[in-house]
């Protein structure tokens, strides 16, 4: 799975998938462009994700940890989020948390992935 790939499997990604295939079913969308849909979603969720600076804290308790291949999954058991904003306390029965090492891209190499992405 590549980094870009990787929000496929939340549940927004998931969603978009479901919804895709049902259209392609219904012969209302052809393959190739559900195809186009899923890698224009992978690009603009991870741009946004990168520019995004509102964070948020989290409290709770871990009941597992792994690491394998530098890819981190944690999942959490009573857990409170609170944006650094002050937003209202959100808590969730539990988390899991799949985080992955990134790279920074110059604004040449993102450049470069929208001209590859349209060909």
């Not at 306390?89 to 891209?105: F, T």
């Amino acid at each position: 799975m590549s980094n870009l790939t990787l929000y496929r499997s939340t549940t927004i990604g998931e969603t978009l998938s479901q919804s895709l295939d049902e259209m392609v079913d219904q012969n209302t969308i052809s393959r190739q462009l559900a195809e186009k849909v899923l890698r224009e979603f992978d690009k603009q969720i991870s741009q946004k994700l990168a520019t995004n600076s509102t964070r948020m804290h989290f409290r709770g308790g871990l009941k597992s940890y792994r690491n394998c291949d530098n890819v981190w999954t944690l999942v959490l058991r009573d857990c409170q989020f609170k944006t650094e904003l002050g937003g209202a306390e959100i808590a969730v029965d539990r988390v899991k948390v799949v985080a992955c090492e990134g790279q920074k891209q110059t604004k040449k190499q993102t450049e470069q992935n929208s001209f590859e992405d349209d060909e």
